[in-house]
């Protein structure tokens, strides 16, 4: 297992249209993040799953955004009637819930920009 | 609101010991963690814990509302972002980032 990845890399989309991002985390890791990240910032978390469940999501999640992880293992997110607002870097994060603190693996994210 | 503080620059001599401070207003957050972050790639953990630690060179520090992390040995290869981030046992936040100059 080479960690977390997500795909694509890079997408440039014009304002208006829908994009969507995949994460495939760590295979033996429960829970799955979504953060984003504008330039300057820290990422900030938009959602998480235990599983297939959807355990909270951030007020930064609009209507237009949404987060599947239907099996509980790769997750997606869609961003419908993209804004330039959205251009950002999407990443995605996997740990295993165990007793303790549970550490957080990133994947490299996904730049969006919006045109 | 949950907040993380870190400063936005700091600046180290190689061979130096480099310290990065962090505090926040995180409710029920009782843990640090310390990310190390190299433009496109993956932000990757140093250290973390509700109590001082340590993972080779780096150093954490440790108070309920408050971190710092220590790096030995500053290197120009350590110049990078480092995100202080706060949580409890699920969602986390994280600070804006110190980016760490390193002055050969």
């Known amino acids: 297992d080479t960690g977390v990845s997500q795909d694509p890399r890079h997408k440039i989309t014009k304002r208006g249209q829908n994009v969507t991002f995949r994460c495939d985390p760590i295979s033996e890791h429960n829970r799955l993040y979504w953060y984003r990240q504008t330039l300057g910032q820290g990422p900030e978390f938009l959602t998480y799953?235990?599983?297939?469940?959807?355990?909270?999501k951030s007020r930064l999640l609009s209507d237009r955004f949404s987060a599947e992880r239907p099996k509980g293992s790769f997750s997606t997110l869609e961003i419908q009637r993209t804004e330039q607002g959205d251009s950002a870097m999407y990443l995605c994060?996997?740990?295993?819930?165990?007793?303790?603190?549970?550490?957080?693996?990133f994947g490299p994210g996904t730049r969006l920009t919006v045109l | 609101k949950d907040q993380v503080f870190q400063p936005s620059t700091v600046a180290s001599s190689e061979g130096a010991v480099v310290e990065i401070f962090c505090n926040h207003s995180?409710?029920?957050?009782?843990?640090f963690f310390w990310y190390l972050h190299f433009p496109g790639c993956a932000p990757r953990l140093l250290v973390k814990g509700s109590k001082p630690s340590q993972q080779g060179r780096y150093n954490m520090t440790y108070e309920r509302f408050s971190s710092s992390l220590l790096i030995l040995q500053v290197r120009e290869a350590d110049a990078a972002v480092y995100y202080c981030v706060c949580g409890g046992y699920q969602k986390v936040t994280f600070g804006t980032g110190t980016k760490l100059q390193v002055i050969p």
């Open positions: 995180v409710s029920n957050a009782y843990n």
């Open positions: 799953f235990q599983n297939e469940a959807q355990l909270e």
């Open positions: 994060a996997s740990s295993y819930k165990g007793t303790g603190v549970d550490e957080q693996f």
